[in-house]
């Protein structure tokens, strides 16, 4: 990651997180306010807002994001500065290389290769023959709007992205891109004929799961047979797929995540999409059972209003549990929402609507409470 990356990182977390560390802050409404340290001050004139990260002094007209405020508090250059807040909010200023090494071609081309298929898998789904793809929508209630928003695609049962990479005539060029898409999962070797390749994602409905900047690291795929194992495939594990580090759509959900000062997590794509579609769009969904390091620390460093809403059943409660720690063990007690009889939240907003799922988070009690009154309920009374 580069300093371009750290940058965009810590100007995500609250303002006030980080002000908070060198002067007293008082809540005030969406605001915070203090004593101005760049004048003398003995009335409260320093403003700290996290939704529009910037702080800003009336009395002396100081103002500017959260690097501006430490290089002027201590009187610190741009690279101080940066290792100083990345202390603070937990991040490792060491794996950031800070710009100074040269972009990795492969890297490059990975990250454009990714951004291409992405757009024929959307292309592809936009075509009005994609039947499988037409009924998918029209099932989960996915208006066109909708889908291009999130990008939502399909492949046929072809080799298309294999054919898309045969069409560069350089043999040096097809032959790295062959070599990344099998690194990225999108292609696989022919076991019959080693020097063959095929598409991984074949009749699937595809998702392209993005980073936090939006850009696509790879992508879930939702089977469209019922003779079609597994009914979901993710990319595989590679050097731009890290699903515990990938939250979905985390990109579009980070606004409202500031501004709410909460996040929704659930599981599944669908889950996500559903829950925006019905105005909750501070909502994420993990991509495996549990959360990186480097998830954990983001999601803290917007927010500490934690959200728990997975799948209803024995393995979303597992990851729930899970998950739960993970947080626990940073300092942060989340909430659970309890979907009563239905299995997810795409189930509930279907039946019942918005207003109804409004309800079960204000009905929400920390995740910790559920462990703690299960346990007591099966204590023998004596």
């Known amino acids: 990651m580069s300093l371009e990356d750290l940058k965009t990182i810590v100007k995500e977390a609250p303002l006030s997180r980080v002000v908070g560390q060198y002067l007293p802050l008082k809540k005030n409404g969406h605001y915070y306010t203090g004593l101005c340290p760049f004048h003398s001050d003995s009335n409260p004139s320093l403003i700290v807002n996290d939704q529009r990260k910037m702080f800003m002094c009336f009395a002396c007209d100081t103002g500017g994001d959260v690097i501006t405020f430490v290089q002027k508090f201590k009187n610190m250059d741009f690279l101080d500065s940066l290792r100083e807040i990345s202390k603070i909010l937990g991040l490792d200023f060491n794996s950031f290389n800070g710009g100074k090494k040269e972009k990795s071609p492969k890297l490059e081309n990975a990250k454009k290769l990714l951004d291409i298929v992405s757009k024929i898998y959307f292309s592809i789904g936009k075509e009005v023959s994609s039947t499988h793809f037409k009924a998918f929508a029209v099932e989960r209630e996915l208006p066109e709007d909708w889908i291009d928003a999130f990008q939502i695609g399909f492949s046929r049962n072809r080799s298309t992205i294999n054919s898309y990479i045969e069409t560069f005539e350089n043999t040096k060029t097809k032959n790295t891109l062959q070599k990344i898409a099998l690194e990225l999962g999108l292609l696989k070797r022919d076991r019959n004929n080693p020097n063959k390749f095929y598409d991984t994602f074949r009749d699937r409905i595809i998702f392209p799961i993005w980073d936090q900047f939006g850009s696509v690291q790879g992508f879930t795929s939702r089977a469209i047979h019922l003779n ?45 999409i559903s829950l925006h579609k019905n105005g909750f769009t501070n909502s994420i969904a993990i991509m495996g059972t549990s959360l990186g390091d480097a998830s954990l620390n983001l999601i803290k460093n917007i927010t500490k209003n934690i ?52 309800e079960k988070i204000q009905h929400s009690i920390p995740f910790l409470d559920c462990v703690l009154n299960d346990l007591t309920s099966k204590i023998n009374e004596n």
């Open 228 to 272: 079609q194992k597994p009914k979901y495939l993710n990319s595989p594990a590679s050097f731009l797929f890290d699903k515990k580090n990938l939250l979905y759509p985390l990109h579009v959900a980070k606004p409202k995540m500031r501004e709410k000062d909460q996040v929704i997590i659930c599981e599944g794509n669908m889950d996500a």
């Open 307 to 358: 959200f728990l809403c997975l799948d209803n059943d024995p393995a979303g409660l597992k990851a729930t549990k899970k998950i739960n720690n993970q947080f626990m063990s940073i300092g942060i007690i989340p909430n659970f929402i309890n979907l009563g009889s239905y299995k997810d939240p795409d189930e509930l907003l279907t039946e019942e609507g918005p207003s109804s799922f409004e």
